[in-house]
């Protein structure tokens, strides 16, 4: 995604006004003020990261994380009615889909991110695998691979979209239903993260993950094409050919997800039991030198400036002065 860059001279200005910022606001921390953020599996590095400085800066304060599939984040709101002051999903439109308006006013889209195909020293042909055989090395029987939920985590939905359209660009018609045929249910993980253990320890020889992941945890993989890696604004409308089907929002539903672009999304919920905390802590996420620097570090590019999406006029004032506008 390109980048949107700020003038000079509003950067040195915004970077003074955000120091002057958290040091201020420190002393409304109260001592023992718990935030709650549930937060998709592909972030727990960076956000433990985070958690440890914010902490650092809000002694009063403790972070509590739940990292889940992002679905599975969202529905611990609206179906379980879970207290949670921040929810950070690896897909922004499933904050526009399932939490806007009812839970959320806006959505803050923060970084970006690629599926790519990881893999060990260990796995079966991994001195052979490449870019233009991967497919075929997923179809050979004595090899084990597999993918995480689409039903809870999209880096499930989006390896079936990377297949769908690896189907397309390779002109191989058929190649989505052999490669499934050759990954049994029991290849499926709630999370994506899950299946890194699998693939340390040799009990599994592929699995697709994003790359920040497989950069976070020292994995080889396989870069797939732009045109099939979810990874490139510029074939966007290409992704579009991919679709999958999960469940909704509420039991029985079943909702179709387009093939787009992967970006991150943020929000504050409506009713965060903390949201002066919640505030102060988007406000260090959505800093160039705080949290975005952590993201960039990890293999997950951050938007600069972040998009914002939604109701505009709810966003608290010094987070306004952190993003543009025309997310898409």
Known sequence: ??????????????????????????????????????????????????????????????????????????????????????????????????????????????????????????SRYADVINRENWYKILTRKDVVWGHADPDIDPCGYRSLMVLQLAEIYYKKPGLYGMCLQNRPIENIRPKSVELISLLQTGNMDYAFEYLSVAVQHNLKFIKFPDEINLGSYRYADFYKKAKVKVKGAKPGEVAEIEGKPIVYGVTILKDAPRKKVANLFLRYLLSPEKGLRILDRMGQPPLSPPLVKGDVRMLPAEIKKMVGTGGR
């Not at 201020?24 to 023992?32: D, E, I, P, R, V």
């Not at 879970?82 to 923060?110: E, G, H, M, T």
């Open 1 to 122: 995604m390109k980048k949107l860059g700020l003038p000079l001279r509003l950067t040195l200005s915004f970077l003074v006004s955000v120091s002057f910022v958290f040091s201020l606001s420190t002393a409304f921390c109260k001592s023992g003020e718990k935030l709650i953020i549930f937060h998709a599996g592909s972030l727990t590095l960076p956000f433990a990261k985070m958690e440890e400085e914010f902490e650092e800066i809000y002694p009063g304060v403790d972070i509590l994380r739940e990292p889940a599939g992002s679905i599975r984040c969202i529905r611990k709101v609206t179906e379980l009615k879970k207290p949670c002051d921040i929810i950070a999903s690896a897909d922004y439109a499933l904050i526009d889909r399932f939490l806007v308006p009812q839970f959320a006013s806006w959505n803050i889209l923060f970084a970006t991110n690629q599926i790519v195909l990881c893999y060990t020293g260990k």
